[in-house]
């Protein structure tokens, strides 16, 4: 058991177990009075640990975010900065160091090499692509677009952007932008810039997952 700063007792109960790949760790905590919750929550838990490889080699403390409704998610550090829009829009982040992100679901489905690079090349007149590979990722496939561009003061800027088309034929994209000039799509600009490289990796759908959905009591019948 254990007590909060405001003296409310909690109590807690944890589940480990192993395979030949991980070593999975589940842990509740649930109000003193509230046991039955606690068990059932951590039985519940237990049953639906999900893995995906995929986010394995990012480290644990990175953020997500998720969007409910399009179903896309990308990981990023802590100090990343969610700015502007939100579940169902567009969304916006700034990192460290003048990085900025975007992801959003696109209103038109792009199913080859030709439709990416329009739609990127419709973010800025001025940019330039300087290099498209296919990339799979879950739940979609789609291109990795890599470019530059100047700002008005003559500075050089990259870009990546990530599309990836789902099995209902949407369109999701993740664009980052970052001083300098990097091609992302390439080892040695990775290395240039492997924090970067390492959130837009993380860009994917989740699928499968078989979240259960909440009762809701219907108050009007005394339900």
């Known amino acids: 058991s254990l007590r909060s700063g405001e003296g409310q007792q909690f109590l807690a109960r944890h589940a480990a177990w192993f395979d030949d790949d991980y070593i999975y760790v589940v842990r509740v905590v649930a109000p003193q009075n509230a046991r039955d919750l606690l068990f059932h929550l951590l039985g519940e838990m237990v049953n639906r640990v999900t893995v995906f490889p995929h986010f394995a080699d990012t480290p ?5 975010y998720f969007d409910a409704s399009s179903q896309y998610i990308i990981r990023m550090p802590q100090e990343w900065q969610l700015t ?4 169902g829009l567009p969304a916006s982040f700034s990192g460290p160091d003048g990085a900025a992100l975007r992801v959003e679901t696109l209103s038109e489905t792009i199913t080859d090499e030709d439709g990416a690079r329009a739609w990127v090349q419709g973010l800025r007149s001025t940019l330039e692509i300087t290099s498209v590979e296919p990339v799979a990722r879950e739940g979609g496939e789609g291109f990795a677009i890599a470019y530059t561009y100047r700002t008005a003061d003559g ?14 034929g949407n369109t999701h994209a993740a664009d980052v932008r970052l001083p300098g000039s990097v091609d992302l799509n390439t080892e040695e600009g990775q290395e240039g810039a492997p924090e970067i490289a390492a959130v837009m990796a993380t860009f994917s759908m989740m699928t499968g997952l078989d979240l259960p959905q909440p009762e809701v009591e219907d108050v009007e019948n005394g339900g």
């Open 60 to 64: 644990l403390a990175w953020d997500a």
């Open 155 to 168: 500075d050089p800027l990259s870009g990546q952007t990530i599309l990836l088309t789902d099995s209902a």
């Open 84 to 87: 502007d829009g939100g579940e």
